[in-house]
């Protein structure tokens, strides 16, 4: 049984003195640059360290950040580790372990993974109850293809790889290779798995038959598309960039024109952690909403950037991280984009908040490929997990302004790049428009 309950949280953190602010950036305000000072925190956590994992990805960047300017110190959280996972595998084994034997205690994750933990999709049958605290970013996401396919300039349009991907197949075929066109994704039922089936379907390429998926860990993606082991993949960037700037392939779309301000990652925790340490969550979570302000500068990005790109962090060049932080897009074949609005966002547009109404989209693609039964209950298990409960107090204490942080659990009907309209009033209604789906 949980030691605190949220009704109880919320009690707890109301009755409690707010902390008293130094160097605290907010909103669109320009913010210093320089490690932050101690902080005195009334609010004393119960413990002075945690152990968080994040993949080498630009949207860890927050945690990184919290970690390198020493927010997590400000906070009362001086001991937090910020520890790199090999693989989103790696991650989901090391939160089922815990910090207690030898894991972690939360992370930088794909939205997906702490309900398909919660209800033991992915953890062998035996649930590992997770909360989510927070949205990372959103966008930021790209789907890229092999040079093979440069002359089709495909982008939002998948529908010309069908045929592009059945003339690979009778070619191999007439050479006796295997014939399976592969597409990488970096784990079953994550975004880069929902993003890349959602952008296939949508030109008519069935995920389940036309293409084999396959699980590449980020990292790892530019490497195995340059000795042929895919044709396409979706992932975070700096990947993306740096597939275009190593000329292995080139980019199709960066997500942000798939589904404008897409939630992407997600800061997440093991339930039983937050329970027992409810002030500490609290610490943490205030420590990573105002990293997310920092980063969402774009005075900022230029130092972030420089910071991702060291060894113990990403260890890739400033120049594969820099430019899609600031909107700005080369696609690899000619098409170049400038657009703000399609950039990776931490904080601006309530990139931060929670919404229950995104991670209800994300339950109902699982539904729809097969990953969670077609009966789950999804408003029940959002109910469970998504803690914007406490993103609100952790916001308030810290001094988010009222505008913003939003008043409603749901940012309302969502549009894809196809037309196709997601009501999360009517979840039903948007899968049964959909002509491809498993389920």
């Not at 080498?56 to 990184?64: G, N, R, S």
């Not at 500490?280 to 997310?292: D, S």
């Not at 700005?328 to 929670?354: T, V």
Request: with cysteine; hydrophobic share 40%; aromatic share 8%.
């Amino acid at each position: 049984m949980a030691n605190f309950s949220r009704r109880r949280f919320l009690m707890t953190a109301a009755a409690t003195t707010a902390v008293t602010l130094i160097s605290h950036g907010c909103g669109n305000s320009q913010q210093s640059t320089d490690v932050v000072q101690p902080t005195t925190v009334a609010e004393t956590p119960e413990v002075t360290g945690a152990k968080l994992g994040f993949i080498a990805l630009t949207d860890a960047a927050p945690l990184i950040i919290a970690k390198e300017k020493g927010l997590f110190a400000k906070y009362g959280m001086p001991d937090v580790e910020v520890l790199k996972q090999a693989s989103w595998g790696t991650t989901r084994d090391n939160l089922v372990l815990g910090s207690a034997n030898g894991g972690i205690d939360g992370a930088h994750i794909l939205t997906p993974m702490p309900y398909l933990m919660t209800v033991g999709k992915i953890t062998g049958g035996k649930p590992v109850p997770m909360y989510i605290l927070a949205r990372l970013n959103t966008n930021g996401q790209g789907i890229l293809l092999a040079n093979a396919y440069k002359d089709l300039n495909i982008s939002t349009d998948s529908r010309p790889l069908k045929e592009a991907f059945a003339k690979t197949r009778a070619e191999r075929r007439a050479r006796n290779q295997n014939e399976e066109i592969k597409v990488a994704v970096t784990f079953p039922g994550g975004t880069h798995d929902l993003w890349m089936r959602y952008w296939l379907a949508a030109g008519g390429i069935d995920p389940e038959k036309d293409v084999s998926m396959i699980v590449v860990p980020p990292p790892q993606m530019v490497a195995n598309l340059k000795t042929g082991t895919m044709e396409a993949f979706c992932v975070g960037e700096p990947w993306p960039l740096q597939t275009v700037n190593q000329k292995v392939g080139y980019g199709a779309i960066t997500t942000g024109e798939l589904w404008q301000d897409h939630p992407e990652k997600s800061f997440a925790l093991r339930a039983d952690w937050v329970d027992q340490h409810p002030k500490a969550t609290k610490a943490l979570l205030m420590a990573v909403i105002e990293a997310q302000q920092w980063c969402d500068q774009d005075a900022n990005k230029p130092e972030m950037a420089k910071i991702l790109s060291k060894r113990e962090w990403f260890k890739v060049p400033v120049e594969d991280i820099l430019d899609r932080s600031l909107g700005k897009f080369d696609f690899g074949n000619g098409r170049i984009l400038e657009d703000k609005n399609l950039m990776q966002k931490y904080w601006r547009d309530n990139a931060s908040y929670p919404y229950q109404s995104h991670d209800l989209w994300f339950l109902t693609e699982d539904m729809r490929w097969g990953y969670l039964p077609p009966d789950t209950d999804a408003k029940a298990l959002i109910q469970k997990v998504n803690r914007e409960d406490i993103w609100r107090e952790a916001a308030k204490t810290i001094g988010v302004s009222a505008a913003e942080i939003p008043t409603t659990t749901s940012r309302g009907v969502e549009t894809f790049f196809d037309g196709v309209a997601f009501d999360p009033q009517n979840p039903q209604a948007y899968l049964n428009s959909l002509n491809l789906r498993k389920v």
